[in-house]
């Protein structure tokens, strides 16, 4: 990329490089601690209960895109680039929606659960997870601090309860507590996130929440911009975590326990993409309205960082799955080595989906974005159907694989005006296997030097 010599972007990536520092630092120690936690209560739990417990989150999560509203990136953009409302008013009427829809969600789960869950403690699992519906409308100070690239503020509200609801789980291990009361620490880790996110924006801003203020007019906007992303996030969901009802329904718990095992190996790195883009998305927007080619330019080395760190994760995880598995879930996890070196390439196109996301909506291509991840869901289902009755949990691995493949970067092909991404997403991969983002960092180093 051309050097700008412009000292305000230059401050400005130096702020995101912070930021980027504050959320690597954050999910790495979650990495490693859930990772520990995690392996403990799926060796405590045995596959059985353990899949139980994974379904108990992924049921309310189907109307995770309701609570939402799609608003995260409109959001950000928005706060980046006022154009319609102040911040207040942004703010103000995004936690509004997002509260009121959350509760809506909650309710309409817990009937869910009521009337399809035969066992009453698995209803109540489900509730104390489906509690993440309504606290999620305090993201919206998350997004605030990421328009602000202050990430580290939000990262250490959510970082606090996370060690604190960590060390409670490791003392419920500890003392061998029962499944039920795991589950109620989603609730309790949702709680104190929303509580500590608030005392962290108050601190920075002197405000509170009672000076934000809803505006109609302003929703209404919100939402006309949003409502692709809404479906288009309920299909994501169907095509990322239908796997697991469909093997819950078609297999049994202990195969959704080995296939959650493998999940939380190939899945814990998806973080890395998020705080890539959260971070280094303001800075290379700046870029937009004074040289849209060094935009593009920006776009494509972020893009070919992505490609280079997701296919460095999946080739790596291939060499040293067996050992990994064995090491960190012993026998009783059997088959899961198979299904973790299949599914870690889904990867690869989830990185590269999260860094061209934030295009779409800039270019007014939200309806594409509904379109192929319709097809991507409808792709995935169908695989499911055939594969998971005679290949089980890999069977289902192999349709994610196929279905994020087509979503996220084949589909991009067909259409003329999105092209241009496909082109930028295989640039990317085939510059990963030139080494150009490492030959890149080399050579920013040495001017540096």
């Known amino acids: 990329m051309t050097e700008v010599k412009s000292p305000k972007l230059g401050k400005n990536i130096s702020k995101a490089l912070v930021s980027v520092g504050w959320i690597f630092f954050d999910r790495i120690f979650r990495m490693a601690a859930g990772m520990v936690i ?3 209560l799926a060796r405590y739990l045995g596959p059985e209960q353990f899949g139980q417990l994974n379904y108990a989150m992924v049921f309310p999560a189907i109307l995770l895109p309701l609570a939402s509203l799609g608003l ?7 706060l980046i680039n006022p154009k319609t409302a102040s911040r207040q008013e942004l703010l103000g009427t995004a936690f509004v929606l997002k509260l009121l829809a959350g509760l809506v969600a909650y309710l309409l789960v817990g009937v869910a659960a009521y009337y399809f869950c035969k066992e009453l403690t698995l209803v109540y699992m489900i509730l104390f997870s489906a509690s993440t519906l309504v606290f999620q409308s305090s993201d919206v100070i998350d997004l605030f601090f990421q328009a602000e690239v202050q990430a580290r503020r939000s990262v250490l509200a959510k970082f606090i309860a996370f060690i604190l609801s960590t060390l409670l789980r490791t003392y419920l291990l500890v003392s ?9 620490l989603i609730f309790l880790e949702a709680l104190l996130g929303a509580l500590f996110l608030l005392f962290f924006y108050s601190r920075y801003r002197s405000e509170s929440l009672l000076q934000w203020r809803f505006d109609l007019s302003l929703a209404k906007h919100l939402l006309l911009m949003s409502w692709p992303l809404i479906v288009n996030e309920f299909f994501i969901f169907i095509y990322m975590r239908a796997d697991q009802f469909m093997i819950e329904s078609l297999a049994d718990s202990a195969e959704l326990g080995r296939y959650s095992a493998a999940l939380r190996l190939s899945e814990v790195w998806y973080f890395i ?14 870029l937009k309205n004074s040289d849209e080619a060094a935009f593009h330019r920006g776009y494509q080395q972020l893009l070919t960082l992505l490609a280079f760190i997701s296919i460095s994760i999946s080739v790596g995880t291939c060499f040293f799955a067996d050992t990994l598995v064995n090491l ?7 088959g899961v080595a198979q299904i973790l070196i299949v599914h870690i390439w889904a990867g690869v196109f989830v990185f590269l989906g999260v860094g061209t996301s934030n295009w779409f909506i800039l270019y007014g291509h939200q309806r594409f974005m509904l379109y192929k991840t319709l097809i991507g869901a ?26 994020y493949m087509l979503s ?13 991404i496909f082109r930028m997403q295989t640039l990317a991969i085939v510059d990963t296997f030139r080494l150009k983002a490492v030959r ?3 050579q920013r180093f040495k001017i540096k030097s």
């Open 273 to 286: 993409a998020t705080a890539l883009v959260s971070s280094f998305y303001p800075s290379i927007l700046q």
């Open 72 to 78: 995260t990136s409109v959001v950000v953009t928005e």
């Open 440 to 442: 890149d960092l080399v």
């Open 408 to 420: 996220a970067y084949l589909l991009n092909y067909f259409s003329v005006p999105v092209r241009l």
């Open 38 to 40: 995690g392996v403990w």
């Open 378 to 403: 409808l792709v995935n289902v169908i695989l499911n159907l055939v594969l998971i009755p005679t290949y089980g949990a890999v069977g289902a691995s192999v349709a994610t694989l196929i279905a």
């Open 176 to 184: 061998q507590a029962n499944l039920i009361v795991f589950s109620a």
């Open 328 to 334: 960190l879930f012993g026998n009783q996890y059997e």
